[in-house]
């Protein structure tokens, strides 16, 4: 008792909450929403995490697989101009649909909807316009690269004085 009363005297208590948007700005993925055991690292963008030229591992055959280099489908964030993208919510293209919001919601440092989403990968390039389905109105945005602050300003980034 006596630490928690130190702690909040010189803090706030947070919750889950809080912890997930600072996830979702950050743009990491989180398992069982936007990876799960079916997710390869290509598919995820998280190739850097492997090392492609080491194998013997539990699954190095599947990963050295040319094929597995080009997915189908994509992780990637999504920028909305309005509205607050949710799990679930449809991503669609000039053609109809392309994706699914994995992880969604309001970015408090950039305050607009934010969201990775696992998209066609033909879709999937950066600056794609998008629209997502938010309370039966088509909101448009943007398909980007996580993390969606200045990375100069927040994160591990950051330059000292900012």
Known sequence: ????EKLSATS?????GARDS????AGFP????DIDQDTDPYQAELAWVISAGKNGFVGSDSIADPRRQHPLRVRRGLEL?????????EVAGQSGAVGTVTSGGYSPIIKK?????MIDSETAGFG????????????E????????????LYGWKRQKGN
């Not at 989180?30 to 929403?33: I, Q």
Request: glycine residues 12%; contains cysteine; hydrophobic residues 35%.
């Open 1 to 4: 008792m006596e630490v928690w």
């Open 12 to 16: 706030r208590p947070c919750g889950l």
């Open 22 to 25: 600072l996830r979702l700005e």
């Open 30 to 33: 989180l398992h069982g929403s």
């Open 81 to 89: 101009d309005s509205g607050i993208p949710r799990h679930g919510f």
């Open 113 to 117: 909807g934010i969201a990775l989403c």
């Open 128 to 139: 794609t316009k998008v629209g997502v389905k938010v309370r039966e109105a088509r909101q």
């Open 141 to 152: 945005g943007t398909i980007t690269r996580p993390p969606f602050y200045d990375e100069l």
